[in-house]
């Protein structure tokens, strides 16, 4: 994504499945990795989580990622394309 200043990139991670049957088990994927800054990674995350129509027009969508490495997280596998549209919607107004 170079959309508005915006750097991220896709990279390897590991997420773990969780809970159930499966509580250790981690799946190695691709992921988008998103540069915090100017606002610093906690900030970031603080804003998609409590957006409130950081763009014009909208009632505001939260994102919920994870942060690794001093950058906020989005796992593909767990957004539809719809998603992630938002989300980077989202990410753009909350960089500015």
Same mark, same amino acid.
């Given at each position: ?47 998609? =989580?409590?957006? =409130? ?15 690794? =490495? ?25 960089? =500015?």
């Amino acid at each position: 994504m170079a959309r508005e200043g915006v750097r991220a990139e896709v990279v390897r991670s590991v997420a773990k499945v969780g809970g159930g049957a499966l509580p250790l088990l981690e799946l190695e994927g691709p992921v988008v990795a998103v540069d915090p800054s100017p606002l610093g990674v906690d900030e970031l995350a603080r804003r998609l =989580r409590g957006a =409130r129509g950081l763009h014009a027009g909208s009632a505001g969508t939260p994102v919920i990622a994870r942060i690794e =490495r001093e950058r906020l997280v989005l796992d593909p596998r767990t957004m539809t394309d719809g998603d992630a549209e938002v989300a980077e919607t989202e990410i753009v107004a909350a960089l =500015r």
